[in-house]
């Protein structure tokens, strides 16, 4: 075997180190790599990249790890992209960053000179390239008008499967582009990304609605995400033993002097508002906060999520919730879990990934995120195993049923033929641009995703 290339970062062996990147989020899967880059430069991945497929070893890498069955590991070489994170630069209507950089100190310093990215994560302290590397919905901020955050790309830099660096955007490169974005690794890593930004509002006010059953809760959603002076809508669902509990949070940005119209925006609804007025970086870090209480307080970190996430089509999603929300325990979410739901326009997403349901007549399609969390950081024998067979059973109702299709970043195990069927027509396309730049698979994506 040749000699390791030179190295700006370091080549990490020792067990203690590659024990700590054996599983992610999940705390499901564990795989242990053989060694961990922790790059200086793009040149380190791209020489390490270039070495290790003279070799036939697997290349994963690692941001925040935030999937959870173990789309971010394998046994040969993790490169953890942690240690590229620096943020180039910020200018009046863009930014240039390394895709190790969070969404969390991206908007830390933009926030300073007025600016934010147009589409934010509900959890920002995500990896740039990693939310970009699956689709990135629009959490507290974008969603209704906005698209996703792939749709909001101006250029990356990435490394290929071959060990090329290569800038593409739209318009140079532009076949490698799309297939980066939201193509979960298939192509290349991506090392660096330059985003626009656009400017930040001063506040945010947040009306919260409380519902006991399904119909309300949807039509206040349905009209709340056509009415004006609306701009991001989500839902919330948590599980007792004989009912199924809704939150709807509707949020306005605005800048003072002028403020929403609370009587305006909450006509017509069947369920009192609550308000909320905060500034917009409280706004935008609501989810962070409640996060990382869990992981201080009860080690949330190191507890089992076995997370179920789908697109569902605009005109079934009102029905399958319903039905996967009546068939679920407190137990399938647990007290550090719940159910989400995001609404997104179909019309406003112009990436051909992340897959989307099927065009049904209708504009809206939305995700449905059960995001199961184990009571401890020790549950019970066979949950792990009971919650993934409980997956597969509820994402097979919910394809062949509702049109429902795969948001791959939780824990529904996936074969070929799965994927084969989860991208349909495009599945040539996808094994074409897969060939052509990452020709011997060197660049993996963890233990579930294309052969």
Same mark, same amino acid.
């Given at each position: 075997?040749?000699?390791?290339?030179?190295?700006?970062?370091?080549?990490?062996?020792?067990?203690?180190? @590659?024990?700590?990147?054996?599983?992610?989020?999940?705390?499901?899967?564990?795989?242990?790599?053989?060694?961990?880059?922790?790059?200086? #430069?793009?040149?380190?991945?791209?020489?390490?990249?270039?070495?290790?497929?003279?070799?036939?070893?697997?290349?994963?890498?690692?941001?925040?790890?935030?999937?959870?069955?173990?789309?971010?590991?394998?046994?040969?070489?993790?490169?953890?992209?942690?240690?590229?994170?620096?943020?180039?630069?910020?200018?009046?209507?863009?930014?240039?960053?390394?895709?190790?950089?969070?969404?969390?100190?991206?908007?830390?310093?933009?926030?300073?000179?007025?600016?934010?990215?147009?589409?934010?994560?509900?959890?920002?302290?995500?990896?740039?390239?990693?939310?970009?590397?699956?689709?990135?919905?629009?959490?507290?901020?974008?969603?209704?008008?906005?698209?996703?955050?792939?749709?909001?790309?101006?250029?990356?830099?990435?490394?290929?499967?071959?060990?090329?660096?290569?800038?593409?955007?739209?318009?140079?490169?532009?076949? &490698?582009?799309?297939?980066?974005?939201?193509?979960?690794? @298939?192509?290349?890593?991506?090392?660096?990304?330059?985003?626009?930004?656009?400017?930040?509002?001063?506040?945010?006010?947040? !009306?919260?609605?409380?519902?006991?059953?399904?119909?309300?809760?949807?039509?206040?959603?349905?009209?709340?995400?056509?009415?004006?002076?609306?701009?991001?809508? !989500?839902?919330?669902?948590?599980?007792?033993?004989?009912?199924?509990?809704?939150?709807?949070?509707?949020?306005?940005?605005?800048?003072?002097?002028?403020?929403?119209?609370?009587?305006?925006?909450?006509?017509?609804? #069947?369920?009192? *508002?609550?308000?909320?007025?905060?500034?917009?970086?409280?706004?935008?870090?609501?989810?962070?906060?409640?996060?990382?209480?869990?992981?201080?307080?009860?080690?949330?970190?190191?507890?089992?999520?076995?997370?179920?996430?789908?697109?569902? *089509?605009?005109?079934?999603?009102?029905?399958?919730?319903?039905?996967?929300?009546?068939?679920?325990?407190?137990?399938?979410?647990?007290?550090?879990?719940?159910?989400?739901?995001?609404?997104?326009?179909?019309?406003?997403?112009?990436?051909?990934?992340?897959?989307?349901?099927? *065009?049904?007549?209708?504009?809206?399609?939305?995700? &449905?995120?059960?995001?199961?969390?184990?009571? #401890?950081?020790?549950?019970?024998?066979?949950?792990?195993?009971?919650?993934?067979?409980?997956?597969?059973?509820?994402?097979?109702?919910?394809?062949?049923?509702?049109?429902?299709?795969?948001?791959?970043?939780?824990?529904?195990?996936?074969?070929?033929?799965?994927?084969?069927?989860?991208?349909?027509?495009?599945?040539?396309?996808?094994?074409?641009?897969?060939?052509?730049?990452?020709?011997?698979?060197?660049?993996?994506?963890? @233990?579930?995703?294309?052969?």
């Amino acid at each position: 075997m040749d000699p390791v290339p030179t190295l700006d970062g370091d080549l990490v062996l020792d067990a203690e180190a @590659r024990a700590r990147v054996s599983t992610d989020l999940g705390a499901i899967v564990r795989c242990e790599p053989s060694a961990i880059l922790r790059p200086g #430069s793009t040149e380190d991945i791209a020489a390490m990249v270039r070495f290790c497929a003279r070799h036939d070893i697997g290349v994963s890498v690692r941001g925040q790890a935030h999937t959870t069955l173990g789309q971010t590991l394998g046994d040969g070489l993790v490169i953890e992209n942690r240690h590229l994170s620096r943020i180039h630069e910020i200018g009046l209507d863009s930014a240039e960053v390394d895709a190790g950089a969070t969404w969390k100190e991206l908007l830390k310093r933009t926030a300073d000179i007025g600016l934010t990215p147009p589409v934010l994560t509900g959890y920002c302290d995500l990896s740039i390239g990693g939310t970009l590397s699956v689709g990135g919905i629009g959490g507290l901020v974008g969603g209704l008008h906005t698209g996703l955050q792939v749709d909001h790309v101006l250029e990356l830099e990435i490394v290929t499967g071959t060990g090329d660096v290569v800038r593409c955007s739209a318009d140079r490169e532009a076949d &490698l582009f799309r297939a980066a974005l939201g193509g979960l690794g @298939r192509v290349g890593i991506i090392t660096r990304v330059v985003i626009p930004l656009v400017k930040a509002p001063e506040r945010a006010r947040t !009306y919260t609605m409380q519902y006991a059953e399904t119909a309300p809760f949807f039509a206040d959603l349905g009209t709340l995400t056509e009415r004006d002076g609306i701009d991001h809508v !989500y839902g919330e669902m948590f599980r007792t033993d004989d009912a199924t509990l809704f939150l709807l949070h509707a949020t306005s940005f605005y800048d003072p002097p002028t403020v929403p119209d609370d009587v305006a925006l909450g006509t017509g609804l #069947s369920a009192d *508002p609550k308000i909320d007025d905060r500034a917009y970086l409280e706004h935008t870090f609501l989810i962070d906060e409640a996060v990382d209480g869990f992981i201080d307080d009860v080690g949330w970190t190191s507890m089992v999520k076995p997370w179920f996430d789908v697109w569902l *089509p605009g005109s079934t999603a009102e029905t399958c919730v319903e039905e996967i929300m009546k068939s679920v325990s407190p137990e399938d979410i647990g007290p550090y879990g719940a159910g989400l739901l995001y609404p997104q326009r179909r019309s406003l997403t112009g990436m051909p990934t992340p897959r989307l349901p099927d *065009p049904d007549g209708s504009d809206w399609v939305f995700v &449905l995120d059960l995001n199961t969390v184990s009571a #401890s950081t020790t549950p019970e024998e066979g949950f792990a195993e009971r919650m993934l067979e409980r997956n597969r059973r509820m994402f097979a109702r919910a394809r062949d049923a509702y049109g429902a299709r795969l948001y791959p970043i939780g824990s529904v195990p996936f074969g070929e033929k799965d994927w084969r069927d989860h991208y349909g027509a495009e599945w040539e396309t996808v094994q074409a641009s897969r060939a052509k730049f990452n020709p011997r698979g060197t660049i993996t994506s963890g @233990r579930q995703f294309i052969a």
